[in-house]
């Protein structure tokens, strides 16, 4: 993590809105890195049934890739993969290194014997031998597997002890955070706002680029399996068997964008058993999850503009939202981003007008 040099009696009071994978590790990094941080949600980790587009808590979740090499978002998600390796060294975190094995239905390269751009940021990479003909390219390594119910409570309890504090309250407006219930002697400099799917309907934001996309999952009880497992179509669905600490295993893979129905539309129709029909045979159905993808139109939005609230109080907004079914692999690297992007416009001289900083 880097550091930024404010001395600690002027620690700039941020509010990060969101409680999510993302507005976690951005409150804790900015929280690491001399800031004095609160976050604002009405829905956190300790929730024993969240809503369904409070999407975190229903994620699967492993590091692999699903953008192209050009795409900005594999350098933001290859930077951090190793931060998620250091992680996994503490039994608490919830994550854990296992071996992973990627079925496609078509050459991920476009190119006959090259090899995926994520080859060289993985360990143990290998093309291996397809035992599914219906997806003859495959390969293998190991990545971080995260268990989310233990992630995001690690990474909340990270942030508490590092100073951090948590609000629990719903926003109608972003500048709203600005007016801290409590006895902060300062006004609020900075406000992030991570929301996910919500910055669509956030005053102040009201981003209409941002949609839902479903997801099904069905948490089954196999302790032997250790594996994570994942079939990719050309045509964008993809299929996953991931392998958790506790001896569960989440097979998933719906993708339905623009699909707000929140019931389990049929028991045990997760995708992952197209992909393997034996698994229901071999299983017992444990949970079934639905949740919703924040999704957005033309990505995540990582950008920082200055803004006023009702008052005339001048506040810094950032925006790190968008990351649809990447969150988990990406969250360190968009935090990143955002910090660089805060400490940038801190430096720069307010105008009258709105200035914005674009990363993504």
Known sequence: MTNHTHPKHERPLVAVIGAGVVGLTTALLLQCNHY?????????PWEDKPRPDYASPK???????MCDEDDERAKVSSEKHGTFQELAKNPESGI??????DYFDFNPTGHEGRDPWWSKVVDDFKKIPSTNAAFPIAYSYKTPVITPNIYLKFLLHQFKQAGGHVQHRKLSHVTEAALWVGTKPRPVKIIVNCTGFQARHLGGVNDLRNFQTRGQTAVVRASWIHETVTWISKSGSIMYVIPRSN???VLGGS??????????L???????????????SKFDIVDQKVGFRPSRIGGVRVEVEHGRTGTGQHVLIAHNYGHGGAGYQSSWGTAQDTLELIQKAEKETVDEQPTEFARL
């Not at 004095?36 to 956190?44: A, H, N, R």
């Open 255 to 264: 993708h339905e964008a623009y699909q707000k129905y929140p019931k389990i």
């Open 266 to 280: 049929t028991p045990g129709s997760s995708a992952a058993y197209a992909a393997s029909p034996d698994l229901l």
């Open 36 to 44: 004095d941080v609160t976050i604002i949600s009405d829905e956190f």
């Open 59 to 65: 994620a699967g979740a492993h590091w692999r890739s």
């Open 96 to 101: 854990n290194i296992r071996d992973a094995i």
């Open 247 to 249: 001896g569960d295993v």
